[in-house]
């Protein structure tokens, strides 16, 4: 890449905010297959082998490897972030990424907004929710369901690193460049459209979850808008999370 090219992608629009996110999912995705098949040849089988002697510490070792997937992700978005966008970073304006963590009292606002957020969707739960077998939970729900290391590092993974990635990605970067590209109301469809994708897994089971996590998007997007920071809305989805994850 040229000079002059690399000077035009330095600025946080629709295109560059595509082609982080596309490299942090891509990075992700490298990341938990060459774990995953890893676990494989140490274990001697694999996914289609559910009566091998091996079979759950081949499980076990794959989830643990799913969850070093976000690690993976901060680590090439803040390395893609510096290069691309450096200006955007800390540029608190709607069109930037605000990679700052605002004021600690916006910081406990965040989190009742995620208090609030996490009991909408814990009474939709209580209406709607499944009396579903272990065994057709997500790997992530299995995880958090099982006692013990595999629990503890489920609510490390929900409560500590997915929220800061999830943020600083989509009511970061991507919202700040979907917005500078094609104004508030299509970055707002957009940044919410593909979160919510992303959690599709979730949805097999439990449908009526499409609603729970398109309002989790939206009031973390309006924390994020409300305090000029990514500090509110990293609390306010920790603060989700854990509430979803501890009732």
């Not at 000079?3 to 035009?8: L, P």
Request: net charge neutral.
């Amino acid at each position: 890449m040229t000079t002059k090219n690399i000077d035009r992608v330095k600025i946080l629009n629709a295109r560059t905010a595509t082609i982080i996110f596309l490299a942090v999912f891509a990075a992700e995705m490298v990341f938990a297959i060459l774990l995953d098949g890893a676990a494989g040849l140490v274990t001697g089988t694999d996914e289609r082998d559910a009566t091998g002697q091996n079979y759950r510490t081949y499980v076990l070792a794959g989830k643990i490897a799913d969850s070093g997937g976000p690690i993976v992700g901060v680590i090439v978005m803040i390395a893609l972030a510096n290069f691309l966008i450096p200006n955007q970073i800390k540029d608190t304006s709607p069109t930037g990424a605000a990679w700052v963590p605002g004021k600690t009292i916006d910081i406990g606002k965040g989190m009742i907004v995620g208090i609030f957020a996490a009991i909408f969707s814990l009474v939709l739960d209580l209406i709607e929710q499944p009396r579903l077998p272990f065994s057709h939970f997500t790997p992530a729900e299995q995880m958090g369901a099982t006692p013990g290391l595999q629990q503890i590092l489920f609510l490390l993974v929900a409560v500590v690193v997915a929220p800061p990635v999830e943020e600083m990605m989509f009511r970061g970067i991507f919202y700040g460049g979907y917005r500078k590209s094609f104004g508030p109301a299509w970055a707002a469809v957009f940044t919410t459209a593909i979160f919510v994708a992303i959690h599709f897994v979730y949805f097999i089971s439990f449908p009526y979850m499409i609603v729970a996590v398109t309002v989790s998007a939206v009031a973390f997007l309006w924390c994020r808008l409300r305090w000029n920071a990514i500090g509110p809305a990293i609390a306010a989805h920790a603060a989700y999370n854990l509430l979803k994850d501890i009732l």
